[in-house]
Every structure is written in C-alpha cells, then in structure tokens.
C-alpha cells in the first residue's frame, strides 16, 4: 500500500504563491506516476500536473508557465510550486501516484485564492 499525505494549502491573495508537497510512505517501489488533480467546487476533479518515472512532466494548459512540478527521491516527496495564483485556481489539490495499475489518492489540500 501506498501512503500519500498532502501538504502546503491555504489562503493566498490573486498573484501569490504556494508550494504543495506530497509524501509518500508504504509500499512505494515502482510507482510510475505522480500527479496533482485539481477539484474546484462543483466540477469534476481534473489533472493539473504531472510527473513520470524518466522525470517528463505534462501541465493542464490552466496553468502552463505557472505551476511546476518536481520531485525530491531522496524525501519520497512531489511538490507542485504554484505561481501567479488566480481565482480559477481555488480548489481541493489531490496528489495520485500509481503503481501496478492502482491508483492512491492522498486526503486533499484546499487552496483558497483572493481576488
């Protein structure tokens, strides 16, 4: 089993910046994929970023030359560096990581963003 723990939300002014991160524990040998998945209220939970095994990155067109995903092996740690926040960025963050063909989802981080 794979352990994901999100941290790094909260409220920041339009323009602003955050830094998520995802720690994976457990069982974590030969995952394949690390994404972040974006739930705005009232829509459907969404790929934002992210990162595969050789180190290839994919963005959401929302937030190509904002957001930027990266990974520390050594911590079992992805973060998601997010920059000029906007309101259409609001929404529960989910970091996903797959292994096997199985899908792990971590508890969800909420971003707030002010206009």
């Known amino acids: 089993q794979v352990q994901l723990v999100e941290s790094g939300g909260g409220l920041v002014q339009a323009g602003g910046s955050l830094r998520l991160s995802c720690a994976a524990s457990?069982?974590?040998?030969?995952?394949?994929?690390v994404g972040w998945y974006r739930q705005a209220p009232g829509d459907k939970r969404e790929l934002v970023a992210a990162?595969?095994?050789?180190?290839?990155?994919n963005y959401a067109d929302s937030v190509k030359g904002r957001f930027t995903i990266s990974r520390d092996n050594a911590k079992n740690t992805v973060y998601l560096q997010m920059n000029s926040l906007k309101p259409e960025d609001i929404g529960v963050y989910y970091c996903?990581?797959?292994?096997?063909?199985?899908?792990?989802w971590g508890q969800g981080t909420q971003v707030t963003v002010s206009s």
């Open positions: 996903n990581a797959r292994q096997f063909g199985h899908w792990y």
């Open positions: 457990g069982s974590i040998f030969s995952i394949s994929f």
């Open positions: 990162i595969l095994n050789d180190g290839s990155t």
